[in-house]
């Protein structure tokens, strides 16, 4: 594999949580992060997770709020509701709560548009562009992935609900109009994306599939004839041991296509849930076989707005895009509170 770099644009982010308006009165974003991204026409188009929380009730001190989107299976209609509980005796993770045995997300995920033509510069949607509406999004949308296959672009997304996270497509060609196609991976499986052209006639997607007492996280392919029904699941590398990617790993935007194969960028995450950005090489007529990794990051958090924030420590990429002049410009979430913007060359 080629030896690449990843340098940052620059010492700030492009987008911070700050840039980003609610989508609901009574509710404030948490974060605005791990961005999909795509060339559209003459702009570069970024695909934020935004996070929202309601905002603290006075009549209610010492309550944790639950945010769920309900729905109604008679009329197709969904409502956004607020549940309350009792804030648990002693530390707890700010981002799951578990009562009874249930977990519970204390934000809500959705999916939002931001604008730009020279790619740092942004102008964010005021609107969501793709918010829960299906029972399996109940919890919120995450981390999505743009691909474009002849004139369609493919979303792959984190439907998240009390079942867990599984894998959620839609479709569009203008970002304007939306096709949802539904859950095509159940939970729990994330960090899924496409190849941007068939393989021997196939559509092909990695995803990580998640488990339990045996294995670790791993990255995965598996193929389809139409984009919604998928088989012949494959492993092709896990995480590697080293103290970078002991944790887990998982795929980040669409894999592009090289003199040397297909390039992948992937994120690692250490047992102290640092994340850091990494590249593997898979073979263009076969990616199921894994030609090359890398053996240290190209990127790992660094300046203060990486390592600080709704979750510490984190550079996580779900979009690229190339430049003209050669490379790619990769945008990542940092630390759940901001995109930041690198060149990989």
Known sequence: MKNYTMRRHGDKPVLVTADVTPSEPGFAVLGAFNPAACRFNDEILLLLRVAEAPLPDPAQPNTIAVPIVQFDPKTGETELMVKRFSEPDGPYDPRVLTIDGQAYLTSLSHLRLARSYDGVQFIIDPHPFLFPARPDESFGIEDARITKIDDTYWITY?????????????????????????????????????????????????HRPMVSDIGKPSVWICESNDGVHWGNHRFIFGASGEAWEFLKIGAGPEPVLTDDGWLLLYHGASQNHEYALALALLDRNDPSQLLD?????????????????????????????????????????????????????
């Open 158 to 206: 984190t439907a998240v609900s009390e079942n867990g996270p599984g894998v959620g497509l839609a479709k569009t060609t203008d970002f304007v109009h939306v096709e949802r196609v539904g859950l095509v991976l159940p939970p729990p499986n994330k960090d899924a994306c496409l190849f941007p052209q068939r393989i021997n006639g196939k559509l092909m997607m990695l």
């Open 293 to 345: 990794r890398s053996a240290a990051p190209l990127l790992t958090p660094e300046l203060i707005w990486e390592r600080e924030g709704f979750f510490p420590n984190v550079v996580f990429s779900n979009g690229w895009v190339p430049r003209p002049e050669g490379g790619w410009l990769v945008y990542y979430g940092a630390a759940d509170s901001g995109v930041g913007l690198a060149i990989l060359e």
